[in-house]
């Protein structure tokens, strides 16, 4: 594991999360769910509401994608996204009165709610779970679609270079755990796991939310790649946790096909089911050396980075880099006039200075990414076959002469942490060859 810096102290500089201004325009892409692309509903020249549905999905489990705030649709555009995709987005300037914004709603609680209400709110609010950011998924799909026995509950983040998530735990810790009310009633189930960080959320927090079927993982958030789905599995399950019943002890072992969830999504929820406001808003961390302040905003979909910048007052120095969800797990970006998403959690905007050189230089067989890689990967060799057409590093070992069976056995063992990237002196994409490979073979 990759040990990053406590950012116990970092958390201590904030109180509170921020409104951001409303923004004169809105570009929202028809894209907020990974590969999923909506349809446009709404023409130029239209008025639309606040929260109104504007894009659609084909999926019969689709998708819905609002507007953040009221006005007139000025045109579809193309627009460069937080996930690096160039997607068609529907700019909005701002004009009539807010459904939303300004107005006291009152909580409902879970006891008034069915499993299926739950559900087809958040379906209709169009959440989108960010539990893997790389690969964001339609949250009501994966209730309907629940076959497993456990929620899991992340407290932190995923990449330890970002803390969004652990300021929503720290900000909004109750409203977070009666979010997992809403959805383990939505799931028909009982059995919940948080796995949290002690130092960062004292165990003590839990104890009004506890029954006998929650378990808890405590783990250092900074050890990298502790907070992936597949560490976690590893994780849980290399310890017994028993719960006697019937003077019989059963062990219920952890599964990819139980919900994995984080504190961003969970707030989401809270907003559609409690209050029945779609998603509009993200909540956001925003910092780096080229801002005179960093802030943890909430900020309507659809606004520019730029135009937030704007209301923190501006760069400092001139920006090299946008890094999107953290420098191990996120993607970077060149331009400031990028919108935020529905799957954007933290914005870095760094100089020249602190930038990396994103040269791709020839592989040095440092073997490097071999000696990270936990999951017995070898990056290094998936990379020359599919770049190079190299099969020499194959023909070495007769077990792998079939080289599809060789590809398909390494993508399947990858668990996608990026910690073979961060060590190549070549800086060599491996985890994008292999996450492309796993498109390829649909692995």
């Given at each position: 594991m990759i040990l990053f810096a406590e950012k116990v102290d970092e958390l201590k500089n904030y109180t509170c999360s921020q409104n951001a201004f409303l923004p004169r325009y809105v570009t929202i892409p028809l894209c907020q769910e990974y590969n999923n692309v909506c349809n446009p509903l709404v023409h130029i020249g239209e008025q639309v509401r606040e929260g109104q549905v504007i894009a659609t999905s084909a999926d019969p489990d689709r998708i819905n994608i609002h507007t953040s705030i009221p006005g007139i649709v000025e045109d579809i555009v193309e627009c460069q996204c937080p996930n690096g995709r160039t997607e068609k987005a529907v700019k909005i300037t701002l004009k009539g009165s807010f459904d939303f914004l300004g107005k006291q709603i009152p909580s409902r609680p879970v006891s008034t709610l069915t499993a299926e209400q739950i559900s087809t709110h958040i379906y209709e609010s169009g959440v989108v779970n960010t539990f893997n950011i790389k690969k964001t998924c339609n949250l009501a799909k994966q209730i309907r679609e629940f076959a497993g026995q456990y929620l899991v509950v992340r407290l932190f983040d995923e990449d330890p270079s970002c803390i969004t998530d652990r300021l929503l735990t720290k900000f909004y810790f109750?409203?977070?755990?009666?979010?997992?009310?809403?959805?383990?009633?939505?799931?028909?189930?009982?059995?919940?796991i948080f796995v949290y960080n002690p130092k960062l959320t004292p165990k003590s927090l839990f104890d009004n939310y506890t029954t006998e079927s929650t378990y808890f993982l405590e783990v250092n958030s900074n050890e990298y790649p502790i907070g992936l789905k597949e560490k976690i599995i590893a994780a849980f399950n290399k310890e017994p946790k028993n719960k006697k019943k019937d003077n019989k002890t059963e062990e219920i072992p952890l599964a990819k096909k139980d919900l994995f969830i984080d504190s961003s999504t969970l707030y989401e929820v809270y907003k559609c089911v409690a209050k029945n406001i779609p998603s509009i808003n993200r909540l956001v961390h925003i910092s780096g050396n080229c801002?005179?302040?960093?802030?943890?905003?909430?900020?309507?979909?659809?606004?520019?980075?730029?135009?937030?910048?704007?209301?923190?007052?501006?760069?400092?120095?001139?920006?090299?880099?946008?890094?999107?969800?953290?420098?191990?797990?996120?993607?970077?970006?060149?331009?400031?006039?990028?919108?935020?998403?529905?799957?954007?959690?933290?914005?870095?905007?760094?100089?020249?200075?602190?930038?990396?050189?994103?040269?791709?230089?020839?592989?040095?067989?440092?073997?490097?990414?071999?000696?990270?890689c936990n999951a017995n990967v070898f990056p290094d060799v998936v990379y020359n076959h599919v770049i190079n057409f190299n099969n020499y590093s194959l023909n070495e070992n007769s077990a792998y002469e079939n080289t599809e069976k060789f590809l398909k056995e390494m993508i399947s063992k990858c668990v996608d942490c990026g910690s073979c990237n961060m060590v190549c002196p070549s800086r060599l994409p491996l985890t994008q060859i292999v996450n492309m490979l796993r498109e390829k073979y649909n692995v």
């Open positions: 109750e409203r977070l755990m009666k979010s997992c009310g809403y959805i383990l009633k939505a799931l028909g189930r009982e059995k919940i801002l005179k302040s960093s802030s943890f905003l909430n900020i309507k979909l659809g606004t520019s980075i730029r135009e937030v910048i704007s209301q923190m007052g501006g760069v400092i120095k001139k920006p090299k880099m946008i890094i999107i969800n953290g420098s191990l797990r996120g993607t970077t970006a060149s331009t400031l006039d990028m919108p935020i998403t529905r799957y954007v959690k933290s914005i870095e905007v760094v100089s020249h200075k602190d930038s990396i050189d994103k040269r791709i230089y020839d592989c040095i067989n440092c073997g490097n990414c071999r000696a990270i």
